[in-house]
């Protein structure tokens, strides 16, 4: 059974940082290309960051510059550094094996 956890999400004020973390069992990361999406209230799920199994990677317009994705296979492990945050980057984040399997998500509200 393939499970993904997400942690690190919270509160924090406008121009902090988070870094959220994804550890996957029943899965071997090694072999996916990985993800993190994000759902506002309101607004569909979209994505925020991409990285391929060869270490590629891609962002949204919005987060380039300030949000950094990066994966330890050998922990099974994928990590979204968020800096510079603002109110509009409060969501629920997800973390997204392509394409079968999510996490159950993080709340990361960004808020004075």
């Known amino acids: 059974q393939v499970q993904l956890v997400e942690s690190g999400g919270g509160l924090v004020q406008p121009g902090g940082s988070l870094r959220l973390s994804c550890v996957g069992s029943?899965?071997?990361?090694?072999?996916?290309?990985m993800a993190w999406y994000r759902q506002a209230p309101g607004a569909q799920r979209e994505l925020v960051a991409r990285?391929?199994?060869?270490?590629?990677?891609n962002y949204a317009e919005s987060v380039k510059g300030r949000f950094t994705i990066s994966r330890d296979n050998a922990k099974n492990m994928v990590f979204l550094r968020m800096d510079s945050l603002k109110p509009e980057d409060t969501a629920v984040y997800y973390c997204?094996?392509?394409?079968?399997?999510w996490g159950q998500g993080t709340q990361v509200t960004v808020s004075s």
């Open positions: 997204y094996a392509e394409a079968a399997y």
């Open positions: 029943g899965i071997n990361f090694r072999g996916w290309h």
């Open positions: 990285i391929s199994t060869g270490g590629s990677t």
